[in-house]
Protein backbone atom coordinates (compact mmCIF):
# COMPACT_ATOMS: atom_id res chain seq x y z
CA UNK A 1 0.00 0.00 0.00
CA UNK A 2 1.46 3.55 -1.03
CA UNK A 3 1.93 6.04 2.12
CA UNK A 4 -0.71 8.85 2.23
CA UNK A 5 0.52 11.90 3.30
CA UNK A 6 -1.77 13.89 5.60
CA UNK A 7 -1.43 17.13 6.51
CA UNK A 8 -5.07 17.81 8.06
CA UNK A 9 -4.08 17.84 11.42
CA UNK A 10 -1.06 16.34 13.78
CA UNK A 11 -3.73 14.62 15.31
CA UNK A 12 -3.52 11.69 12.53
CA UNK A 13 -0.50 10.33 13.64
CA UNK A 14 -0.72 6.62 14.24
CA UNK A 15 1.37 4.76 17.49
CA UNK A 16 4.73 3.35 16.04
CA UNK A 17 5.56 -0.65 16.56
CA UNK A 18 7.72 0.58 19.75
CA UNK A 19 4.93 2.88 21.18
CA UNK A 20 2.66 0.00 20.91
CA UNK A 21 4.95 -2.48 21.95
CA UNK A 22 4.85 -0.42 25.21
CA UNK A 23 1.78 -0.27 25.36
CA UNK A 24 0.91 -4.19 25.24
CA UNK A 25 3.62 -4.40 28.25
CA UNK A 26 2.00 -1.89 30.66
CA UNK A 27 0.85 -2.84 34.21
CA UNK A 28 -2.79 -1.63 34.60
CA UNK A 29 -5.33 -1.43 37.15
CA UNK A 30 -8.76 -0.14 37.63
CA UNK A 31 -8.09 3.72 37.69
CA UNK A 32 -11.68 4.74 38.97
CA UNK A 33 -10.44 3.01 42.08
CA UNK A 34 -6.55 5.13 41.46
CA UNK A 35 -5.40 1.49 41.27
CA UNK A 36 -3.75 1.72 37.81
CA UNK A 37 -0.06 1.85 38.12
CA UNK A 38 0.48 3.17 35.05
CA UNK A 39 -1.85 6.17 34.82
CA UNK A 40 -0.75 7.03 38.33
CA UNK A 41 2.62 7.14 36.85
CA UNK A 42 2.38 9.30 33.91
CA UNK A 43 0.25 11.87 36.06
CA UNK A 44 3.01 12.48 38.22
CA UNK A 45 5.31 12.78 35.55
CA UNK A 46 3.61 15.14 33.73
CA UNK A 47 2.44 17.00 36.45
CA UNK A 48 6.30 17.13 37.87
CA UNK A 49 7.55 18.25 34.42
CA UNK A 50 4.31 21.14 34.01
CA UNK A 51 6.02 22.36 37.42
CA UNK A 52 2.32 21.58 39.19
CA UNK A 53 1.59 19.17 42.14
CA UNK A 54 -1.17 16.80 40.02
CA UNK A 55 -2.30 15.62 36.95
CA UNK A 56 -5.17 13.88 35.79
CA UNK A 57 -5.19 11.44 32.48
CA UNK A 58 -8.41 12.29 30.21
CA UNK A 59 -9.91 11.44 27.08
CA UNK A 60 -9.48 14.17 25.14
CA UNK A 61 -8.10 17.72 25.12
CA UNK A 62 -12.04 19.00 24.79
CA UNK A 63 -12.71 16.67 28.08
CA UNK A 64 -9.54 18.57 30.12
CA UNK A 65 -10.84 22.00 28.98
CA UNK A 66 -14.50 21.39 30.37
CA UNK A 67 -13.42 19.51 33.00
CA UNK A 68 -11.00 22.37 34.03
CA UNK A 69 -14.24 24.89 33.25
CA UNK A 70 -16.32 23.06 35.57
CA UNK A 71 -13.78 22.94 38.25
CA UNK A 72 -12.52 26.82 38.35
CA UNK A 73 -16.44 27.71 37.52
CA UNK A 74 -19.79 27.29 39.01
CA UNK A 75 -23.05 28.60 37.45
CA UNK A 76 -23.57 32.10 36.91
CA UNK A 77 -19.39 32.61 36.87
CA UNK A 78 -17.88 34.00 33.67
CA UNK A 79 -14.54 32.98 32.11
CA UNK A 80 -12.68 35.47 29.27
CA UNK A 81 -11.66 33.87 26.68
CA UNK A 82 -10.49 34.42 22.68
CA UNK A 83 -12.76 34.70 20.36
CA UNK A 84 -11.21 32.05 18.24
CA UNK A 85 -9.42 29.81 20.54
CA UNK A 86 -10.45 26.41 20.97
CA UNK A 87 -11.89 26.37 24.47
CA UNK A 88 -14.61 29.14 23.39
CA UNK A 89 -15.23 28.19 19.67
CA UNK A 90 -14.51 24.19 19.15
CA UNK A 91 -15.97 22.50 21.93
CA UNK A 92 -19.31 22.60 21.22
CA UNK A 93 -20.28 25.36 23.98
CA UNK A 94 -19.60 22.56 26.51
CA UNK A 95 -18.52 25.20 29.21
CA UNK A 96 -22.07 27.09 28.53
CA UNK A 97 -24.20 24.05 27.67
CA UNK A 98 -23.06 21.79 30.72
CA UNK A 99 -21.53 24.24 33.16
CA UNK A 100 -24.06 27.32 33.17
CA UNK A 101 -20.56 29.10 32.76
CA UNK A 102 -20.90 32.71 31.15
CA UNK A 103 -18.24 32.87 27.83
CA UNK A 104 -16.97 36.29 27.92
CA UNK A 105 -14.75 36.36 24.13
CA UNK A 106 -12.55 38.67 23.69
CA UNK A 107 -10.92 39.51 20.30
CA UNK A 108 -7.46 36.85 19.21
CA UNK A 109 -4.69 39.24 18.02
CA UNK A 110 -2.62 38.81 15.45
CA UNK A 111 -0.27 36.99 17.91
CA UNK A 112 -2.39 34.79 19.30
CA UNK A 113 -2.42 36.47 22.31
CA UNK A 114 -5.49 38.28 24.13
CA UNK A 115 -4.81 42.09 24.47
CA UNK A 116 -4.30 43.00 27.94
CA UNK A 117 -6.27 46.35 27.79
CA UNK A 118 -9.33 44.09 26.28
CA UNK A 119 -8.88 41.48 28.93
CA UNK A 120 -9.04 44.10 31.54
CA UNK A 121 -12.06 46.24 29.92
CA UNK A 122 -14.05 43.02 30.24
CA UNK A 123 -13.83 42.22 33.86
CA UNK A 124 -16.63 42.72 35.28
CA UNK A 125 -16.94 44.67 38.79
CA UNK A 126 -18.46 42.84 41.95
CA UNK A 127 -21.83 44.17 41.22
CA UNK A 128 -25.48 41.43 40.96
CA UNK A 129 -26.41 43.16 37.53
CA UNK A 130 -23.23 40.91 36.38
CA UNK A 131 -21.67 37.69 36.16
CA UNK A 132 -18.99 36.64 38.25
CA UNK A 133 -15.82 37.14 36.46
CA UNK A 134 -13.60 34.24 37.68
CA UNK A 135 -10.89 33.03 35.22
CA UNK A 136 -9.06 33.82 32.27
CA UNK A 137 -8.56 31.05 30.03
CA UNK A 138 -5.48 31.56 27.42
CA UNK A 139 -4.02 29.08 24.33
CA UNK A 140 -0.49 28.51 23.70
CA UNK A 141 0.44 27.58 21.00
CA UNK A 142 -2.73 29.24 18.84
CA UNK A 143 -3.15 28.26 15.63
CA UNK A 144 0.72 27.64 15.46
CA UNK A 145 1.96 30.82 16.99
CA UNK A 146 3.83 30.73 20.45
CA UNK A 147 2.77 32.96 22.89
CA UNK A 148 5.89 34.20 24.58
CA UNK A 149 7.00 33.81 28.33
CA UNK A 150 6.92 37.70 28.99
CA UNK A 151 3.01 38.13 27.37
CA UNK A 152 2.19 35.39 29.70
CA UNK A 153 3.71 36.42 32.89
CA UNK A 154 2.09 40.27 32.11
CA UNK A 155 -1.53 38.36 31.24
CA UNK A 156 -1.24 36.14 34.44
CA UNK A 157 -0.42 39.15 36.63
CA UNK A 158 -3.26 41.12 35.78
CA UNK A 159 -5.53 38.21 36.06
CA UNK A 160 -4.48 37.69 40.10
CA UNK A 161 -4.57 41.26 40.13
CA UNK A 162 -8.52 40.78 39.37
CA UNK A 163 -8.96 37.95 41.56
CA UNK A 164 -9.39 35.67 38.63
CA UNK A 165 -8.09 32.19 38.22
CA UNK A 166 -6.16 31.14 35.01
CA UNK A 167 -5.88 28.31 32.39
CA UNK A 168 -3.90 27.32 29.98
CA UNK A 169 -5.17 25.40 26.98
CA UNK A 170 -1.77 23.76 26.27
CA UNK A 171 -2.97 21.50 23.80
CA UNK A 172 0.08 21.87 21.42
CA UNK A 173 2.30 23.50 24.71
CA UNK A 174 5.18 21.03 23.73
CA UNK A 175 5.49 23.30 20.28
CA UNK A 176 6.21 26.34 22.31
CA UNK A 177 8.48 24.11 24.41
CA UNK A 178 10.67 23.10 21.82
CA UNK A 179 10.36 26.11 19.59
CA UNK A 180 11.38 28.59 22.40
CA UNK A 181 13.78 25.66 23.66
CA UNK A 182 12.44 26.08 27.14
CA UNK A 183 11.24 23.80 29.42
CA UNK A 184 7.27 22.84 30.14
CA UNK A 185 7.26 23.93 33.75
CA UNK A 186 9.02 27.46 32.38
CA UNK A 187 6.07 28.03 30.40
CA UNK A 188 3.17 26.60 32.52
CA UNK A 189 3.83 26.48 36.06
CA UNK A 190 2.74 29.90 36.47
CA UNK A 191 -0.76 29.39 35.51
CA UNK A 192 -3.19 28.12 37.89
CA UNK A 193 -4.07 24.64 35.73
CA UNK A 194 -2.84 23.66 32.33
CA UNK A 195 -4.10 21.01 29.72
CA UNK A 196 -1.75 19.27 27.37
CA UNK A 197 -3.04 17.14 24.50
CA UNK A 198 -1.16 13.91 24.27
CA UNK A 199 -2.75 12.56 20.90
CA UNK A 200 -1.19 15.20 18.25
CA UNK A 201 2.42 16.01 17.84
CA UNK A 202 3.35 13.51 20.71
CA UNK A 203 1.99 10.84 18.50
CA UNK A 204 -0.27 8.84 21.49
CA UNK A 205 -3.24 7.94 20.07
CA UNK A 206 -5.62 8.99 23.04
CA UNK A 207 -5.35 11.30 25.85
CA UNK A 208 -4.37 14.38 27.47
CA UNK A 209 -3.61 15.23 30.58
CA UNK A 210 -5.06 17.92 33.39
CA UNK A 211 -2.42 19.31 35.82
CA UNK A 212 -2.75 21.90 38.47
CA UNK A 213 -2.67 21.69 42.51
CA UNK A 214 -3.46 18.41 44.21
CA UNK A 215 -7.08 19.64 45.67
CA UNK A 216 -8.02 20.95 42.47
CA UNK A 217 -7.29 17.83 41.00
CA UNK A 218 -9.45 15.69 43.22
CA UNK A 219 -12.59 17.73 42.55
CA UNK A 220 -11.47 17.51 38.79
CA UNK A 221 -11.49 13.94 39.13
CA UNK A 222 -15.38 14.21 40.30
CA UNK A 223 -16.04 16.45 37.15
CA UNK A 224 -14.40 13.61 35.02
CA UNK A 225 -16.73 11.02 36.38
CA UNK A 226 -19.35 12.97 35.60
CA UNK A 227 -18.71 13.51 31.96
CA UNK A 228 -18.36 10.22 31.64
CA UNK A 229 -14.57 10.33 31.63
CA UNK A 230 -13.56 7.82 34.44
CA UNK A 231 -11.72 4.85 32.83
CA UNK A 232 -11.03 1.96 33.91
CA UNK A 233 -7.09 0.02 32.36
CA UNK A 234 -6.29 3.20 31.42
CA UNK A 235 -2.80 1.93 31.61
CA UNK A 236 -2.21 0.99 28.31
CA UNK A 237 -3.16 4.14 27.03
CA UNK A 238 -0.76 6.05 29.63
CA UNK A 239 2.07 3.32 28.35
CA UNK A 240 1.57 4.65 24.73
CA UNK A 241 1.79 8.82 26.46
CA UNK A 242 4.71 7.82 28.72
CA UNK A 243 6.26 6.70 25.81
CA UNK A 244 5.77 10.06 23.88
CA UNK A 245 6.98 12.12 26.46
CA UNK A 246 10.54 9.99 26.25
CA UNK A 247 10.77 9.74 22.80
CA UNK A 248 8.87 12.40 20.43
CA UNK A 249 9.00 15.68 22.50
CA UNK A 250 12.78 16.77 21.19
CA UNK A 251 11.89 15.74 17.31
CA UNK A 252 8.71 17.96 17.61
CA UNK A 253 12.28 20.20 16.19
CA UNK A 254 11.54 18.29 12.89
CA UNK A 255 8.28 19.28 12.47
CA UNK A 256 8.83 22.87 12.66
CA UNK A 257 11.80 22.77 9.90
CA UNK A 258 9.28 20.88 7.86
CA UNK A 259 6.83 23.38 8.59
CA UNK A 260 9.68 26.17 7.44
CA UNK A 261 10.80 24.15 3.90
CA UNK A 262 6.95 24.20 3.26
CA UNK A 263 7.06 27.80 3.80
CA UNK A 264 9.90 28.69 1.71
CA UNK A 265 8.73 26.31 -1.25
CA UNK A 266 5.51 27.05 -1.53
CA UNK A 267 6.26 30.79 -1.55
CA UNK A 268 7.54 30.53 -4.97
CA UNK A 269 4.61 29.91 -6.33
CA UNK A 270 2.85 32.94 -7.73
CA UNK A 271 -0.74 31.91 -6.89
CA UNK A 272 -0.19 31.48 -2.89
CA UNK A 273 0.35 33.77 -0.33
CA UNK A 274 1.95 31.45 2.41
CA UNK A 275 2.34 33.09 5.57
CA UNK A 276 4.91 32.12 8.36
CA UNK A 277 5.17 29.16 9.47
CA UNK A 278 5.88 29.22 13.28
CA UNK A 279 5.93 25.95 14.84
CA UNK A 280 3.92 23.17 13.22
CA UNK A 281 1.42 24.58 10.90
CA UNK A 282 1.66 26.67 7.94
CA UNK A 283 -0.87 28.81 6.09
CA UNK A 284 -1.23 28.86 2.75
CA UNK A 285 -4.48 31.59 0.82
CA UNK A 286 -5.70 30.71 -2.39
CA UNK A 287 -7.54 32.73 -4.82
CA UNK A 288 -10.08 31.22 -4.37
CA UNK A 289 -12.25 28.33 -2.56
CA UNK A 290 -12.61 26.21 -6.04
CA UNK A 291 -8.73 26.58 -6.40
CA UNK A 292 -8.51 25.48 -3.24
CA UNK A 293 -11.13 22.39 -3.67
CA UNK A 294 -9.06 21.51 -7.28
CA UNK A 295 -6.13 21.49 -5.75
CA UNK A 296 -6.88 19.23 -2.81
CA UNK A 297 -8.56 17.01 -5.38
CA UNK A 298 -5.16 16.92 -7.26
CA UNK A 299 -3.20 16.34 -4.68
CA UNK A 300 -5.74 12.88 -3.31
CA UNK A 301 -5.16 11.72 -6.20
CA UNK A 302 -1.30 11.95 -5.76
CA UNK A 303 -1.72 10.22 -2.45
CA UNK A 304 -1.92 13.77 -0.34
CA UNK A 305 -4.23 14.67 2.14
CA UNK A 306 -5.35 18.67 2.72
CA UNK A 307 -7.95 20.24 4.65
CA UNK A 308 -9.09 22.30 1.21
CA UNK A 309 -10.64 25.75 0.98
CA UNK A 310 -9.44 28.93 0.28
CA UNK A 311 -7.17 29.28 3.25
CA UNK A 312 -5.70 25.69 4.24
CA UNK A 313 -3.73 24.59 7.48
CA UNK A 314 -0.82 22.55 6.61
CA UNK A 315 0.05 20.55 9.50
CA UNK A 316 3.95 18.20 9.70
CA UNK A 317 3.75 15.46 12.42
CA UNK A 318 5.90 12.59 13.20
CA UNK A 319 4.44 10.44 10.49
CA UNK A 320 5.47 12.89 7.45
CA UNK A 321 9.14 13.25 6.00
CA UNK A 322 11.59 15.23 4.69
CA UNK A 323 10.87 13.20 1.42
CA UNK A 324 6.84 13.82 2.32
CA UNK A 325 7.60 17.52 2.14
CA UNK A 326 9.40 17.20 -1.37
CA UNK A 327 6.84 15.20 -2.80
CA UNK A 328 4.07 17.81 -1.57
CA UNK A 329 6.16 20.56 -3.07
CA UNK A 330 6.90 18.85 -6.30
CA UNK A 331 2.95 18.02 -6.89
CA UNK A 332 2.04 21.99 -5.77
CA UNK A 333 4.33 23.41 -8.33
CA UNK A 334 2.70 20.60 -11.14
CA UNK A 335 -0.44 21.68 -10.14
CA UNK A 336 0.12 25.34 -10.82
CA UNK A 337 2.56 24.85 -13.47
CA UNK A 338 -0.17 23.76 -15.11
C1 LIG B 1 -6.93 19.86 19.50
C2 LIG B 1 -7.10 20.94 20.47
C3 LIG B 1 -7.81 20.74 21.67
C4 LIG B 1 -8.46 19.44 22.06
O1 LIG B 1 -8.97 18.69 21.06
P1 LIG B 1 -9.45 17.17 21.20
O2 LIG B 1 -9.65 16.80 19.79
O3 LIG B 1 -10.67 17.18 22.01
O4 LIG B 1 -8.35 16.39 21.87
C5 LIG B 1 -7.89 21.81 22.53
N1 LIG B 1 -7.31 22.97 22.27
C6 LIG B 1 -6.60 23.19 21.16
C7 LIG B 1 -5.94 24.51 20.94
C8 LIG B 1 -6.49 22.18 20.22
O5 LIG B 1 -5.79 22.41 19.10
Known sequence: MNKVIDFRSDTVTRPSQAMRHAMMQAEVGDDVYGDDPSVNCLQSKLAEMAGHEAGLLVASGTQSNLIALLTHCGRGDEYIVGQQYHTYLYESGGAASLGGIVPQPVPVESDGSLSLSAIEAVIKPKDIHYACSTLLSLENTHLGKVLSNGYLAGAIELARQHGLKTHLDGARVFNACVAQKLSLESITAQFDTVS?????????????????????????????????????????????????????????????????????????????????????????????????????EYLKQRGILISAGKRIRLVTHLDINHTDIEQMLHHCEQFFSN
Not at 242 to 252: G, M, Q
Not at 265 to 287: D, P
Open 196 to 296: ICCSKGLGAPIGSVLCGPRDFIEAAKRWRKMVGGGMRQAGILAAGIEYALDHNVLRLEEDHDHASSLQIGLSKIQELRVENAHTNMLYVELESREMGIRLG
